[in-house]
């Protein structure tokens, strides 16, 4: 059996970001990715968002690692020259009955570090956009739109140059946990069986599959795995904003909003659909809902302005109706296996906070002193 030093599963953003910070400190890495690619399921399914951290549980791991991670990526696109922009988002109260929202989430913005949002009244809203059925307002100046592809392949190039090295189309297949190391099956073109010091499960929405493949990985440590889907229309023609603009969050995600993207395209999304198996197609007669979603806060969106775009599938470790769930990174304090880390639930913010989930992932995996 051949002996590897750390392998890293998935080619996502999150398994790239590790791959990076584990190779830069000295480790010897192979990222395996089942497809023929990198960034092919959610890392590129998205909406592009640097987001700001303002939603997520002041205290919880999205919460810290959200407004960490979006220090360090505008400061990595800054330094690498990859395509971003800090173009700012509108958070929309649609009527009276929505503004003691917008007063939440600035208190709750403000207790994880975001103290720079800026309450706006109807008038101060509709001065910035003319266009918008606004009540009041909340501005976030830190929110942005990055290139997430020029980003993967940034942190792809920043890992090869440390001397990991990226096998595509390698499925783990399963694996069992001995006491010197991890053995992994491992699919593919050339199959084979390996024995690993460390183990990152960076498999998105396959993450809790492949921790169920490994023997030895105790079933009440991997939490249950649900698949929520969102899916994008885009616009035909220019929309008459400066912003991103996003209505109230709703149950299983933001609620549709208006981003573009670094070209100036407009798209609106994602919505939310429990899926049971991945299918991408994004179904046309999802459009009226999507209207009358973005009339409340764009009332002049005309009536042929919308044509199916992409979709993505959310990585959930609760259901519909739980409330929502952090990100769930388990080093061996969890699971009791040294050398495993598994991350799961890494749904948004997933892509703002890769670069902070990744210093996270080399403190649990013994990497660098905590
Ligand atoms: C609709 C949507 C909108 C979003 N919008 C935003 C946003 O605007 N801003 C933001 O910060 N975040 C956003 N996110 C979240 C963000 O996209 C994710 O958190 C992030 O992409 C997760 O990256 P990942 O590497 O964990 O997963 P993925 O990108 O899904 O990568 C997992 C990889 O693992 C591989 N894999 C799985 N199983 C195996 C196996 N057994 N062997 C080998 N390889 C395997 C897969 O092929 C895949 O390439 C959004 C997510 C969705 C779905």
């Known amino acids: 059996m051949d002996k590897l030093d750390c392998i890293v599963i998935g080619a996502g953003v999150i398994g790239l970001a590790v791959a990076r910070v584990m190779a830069m400190s000295g480790r010897e890495v192979f990222i395996l990715e089942a497809t023929e690619g990198i960034g092919n399921e959610a890392s590129s399914r998205n909406s592009e968002v640097i987001h700001a951290g303002i939603y997520y549980l002041p205290g919880s791991l999205k919460a810290k690692l959200c407004v960490r991670g979006k220090q360090l990526l505008y400061q990595y696109c800054a330094e690498r020259g990859i395509n971003y922009e ?16 917008l007063e939440r989430l600035r208190s709750q913005a403000k207790q994880n570090g975001v103290d720079d949002l800026v309450l706006l009244t109807g008038k101060g809203a ?3 956009e003319p266009e918008l059925n606004c009540a009041a307002g909340l501005l976030s100046p830190s929110t942005g739109i ?3 592809h020029s980003l993967m392949e940034e942190f792809l190039a920043d890992s090869k140059d440390s001397g990991a090295e990226l096998v595509l189309g390698t499925k783990v297949e399963g694996g069992r946990i001995l006491d010197d190391g991890i053995v992994l099956e491992v699919g593919g073109s050339e199959p084979m069986t390996v024995l690993c010091r460390t183990v990152i499960n960076c498999g998105g929405i396959h993450a809790s599959d492949v921790a169920h493949s490994i023997e030895g990985i105790s079933d009440g440590s991997i939490p249950p795995s649900f698949m929520c889907k969102g899916s994008y229309f885009a616009l035909s023609g220019s929309a008459p904003f400066e912003h991103l603009i996003y209505p109230i ?17 407009v798209r609106f999304g994602p919505d939310t659909e429990w899926v049971d198996s991945v299918d991408y197609a994004v179904d046309p007669g999802r459009a009226s809902a999507f209207s009358d979603s973005i009339r409340r806060y ?17 990585a959930k470790i609760v259901g519909p109706d739980e409330e929502a769930a952090d990100f769930m990174i388990q080093g ?29 992932v080399v403190k649990l995996a013994g990497v660098v002193e905590t």
């Not at 173009?87 to 929202?101: H, L, P």
């Not at 969050?249 to 395209?265: M, Q, R, V």
């Not at 304090?333 to 210093?359: D, F, K, R, W």
Request: net charge negative; glycine share 16%; charged share 20%.
């Open 332 to 360: 061996s304090e969890t699971h009791g296996i040294a050398g495993l880390v598994n991350l799961y639930g890494i749904e948004s913010p997933g892509l703002t906070a890769s670069m902070a989930i990744a210093e996270e």
């Open 126 to 128: 509709d001065s910035l």
């Open 146 to 148: 990055i290139d997430s």
């Open 86 to 101: 800090r173009i700012g988002k509108i958070i929309v109260a649609s009527d009276e009955g929505e503004v003691q929202d």
């Open 298 to 314: 764009w009332p002049g969106l005309s009536d042929t302005g919308l044509n199916p775009d992409y979709s993505g599938i959310r």
């Open 249 to 265: 969050p709703d149950e299983g995600g933001l609620g549709i909003h208006l981003t573009f993207d670094l070209a100036g395209k």
